[in-house]
């Protein structure tokens, strides 16, 4: 007969906590299923946009900001104006031929206005181009004054800088509201900016390196601590000397200069005539040699440290003081023959039309 087994006590009582975490379960995943549906249901429902839900009070109109043509990159914000500062007027809209108008009134750096207006892929680009034309008539940025005005039609072009058609641009330096048209006179072979009265907007130099060119785009005078200035121009366009003088340097610091020459006045005051990014120079032209006035040094090309076919001319005193070419030449502007300015009249009116109603005030008002 078996030993009975040996007696551990009595059964132990069941705990209620068991079925009580089962039913606690259940009802989270019941719970979790109703908050899941509710908020599926939700975000199936359309987007209110925040126009609708906040429409614009009457009357405020301090600052609009219209983007030009789609670029695929959105306009930044207009930047809030600082305590005790008027609101910059920033307005950008596009025209049906393809051309932008924006119009701005300056509270700041230029490029700051102009991509508040025209955006952030445009308003860099859109800023050195506008420079260029504005420097005929005052220095950027120190002549720039809060509350000056400007407009500017423009055309955005691919893996191009805008094209400026015209711009107006009301001063307080000068106290005038300055205009400049783009149009291609009859046997030109660029388009050029001209005044309403048909001058040219950019003055030319005397005894200049070049005949032809199409702009300049680069001053001493406008901001960017350039030595010299740059004339947009073919590859090839013929360059001249503007002296009688030596060749003393030929093809130095090749990587930033490219093809370049050094000429060294003969007599008179001295001076230093450099010109880089050049085409390739012939192999006749050697250290040495004497070139005279007008005569041909060689064509301009993109050599270098360049970025767009064009001519970097400096000159220079014996004591290396850079010279300002417009200060060192006798200057003067060209004027539209009389029988172009019944076109070119036409032209200015079309693009004034183009400006729309837009009121130029004066800096200050």
């Given at each position: ?30 719970a ?28 405020a ?60 892929s ?33 055309e ?71 030595k010299?200035v ?32 050094e ?70 502007r060209?004027?539209?023959?009389s029988?172009q ?25």
């Open positions: 007969m078996r030993p009975p087994l040996p007696t551990l006590g009595p059964p132990p009582k069941k705990s209620p906590l068991g079925p009580v975490l089962v039913i606690s379960l259940f009802l989270g995943l019941v979790g299923g109703v908050w899941w549906w509710k908020n599926r249901s939700v975000s199936e429902q359309p987007e209110v946009t925040a126009a609708a839900q906040a429409p614009e009070a009457p009357g109109t301090d600052a609009v900001a219209a983007a030009p043509p789609s670029t695929g990159t959105p306009a930044p914000a207009s930047p809030s104006p600082t305590p005790g500062s008027a609101a910059p007027t920033v307005v950008a809209t596009p025209e049906p031929s393809g051309v932008s108008h924006v119009t701005v009134r300056i509270e700041g750096p230029l490029e700051t206005a102009l991509v508040a207006a025209a955006g952030a445009v308003g860099p680009a859109l800023a050195q181009v506008v420079t260029r034309t504005l420097v005929w008539w005052v220095d950027v940025p120190g002549d720039l004054r809060r509350g000056d005005t400007l407009d500017v039609l423009y955005t072009r691919p893996n191009e800088e805008p094209l400026v058609h015209a711009v107006r641009f009301a001063s307080g330096k000068t106290g005038q509201t300055h205009r400049a048209y783009r149009f291609q006179a009859s046997g030109e072979k660029s388009p050029r900016y001209y005044q309403p009265g048909g001058e040219e907007l950019e003055l030319r130099l005397e005894h200049s390196p070049l005949d032809d060119y199409e702009q300049v785009t680069s001053l001493l005078r406008d901001g960017r601590k350039h010299g740059d004339f947009k121009t073919a590859v090839g366009t013929p360059v001249k000397a503007p002296f009688t003088g030596i060749v003393k340097r030929k093809n130095w610091g090749f990587r930033f200069n490219g093809n370049c020459i000429l060294e006045e003969v007599g008179g005051k001295h001076r230093r005539a450099l010109f880089l990014h050049m085409d390739e120079l012939p192999r006749s032209l050697k250290v040495g040699d004497r070139i005279a006035a007008g005569a041909l040094v060689g064509r301009s090309g993109n050599s270098g440290r360049s970025f767009a076919p064009h001519l970097h001319y400096q000159l220079e005193a014996q004591n290396d003081r850079v010279l300002d070419p417009y200060e060192s030449h006798r200057t003067y060209r004027s539209l023959p029988a300015r019944a076109t070119f009249e036409a032209e200015v009116r079309r693009q004034d039309a183009l400006f729309g109603t837009t009121v130029v005030a004066g800096a200050g008002n």
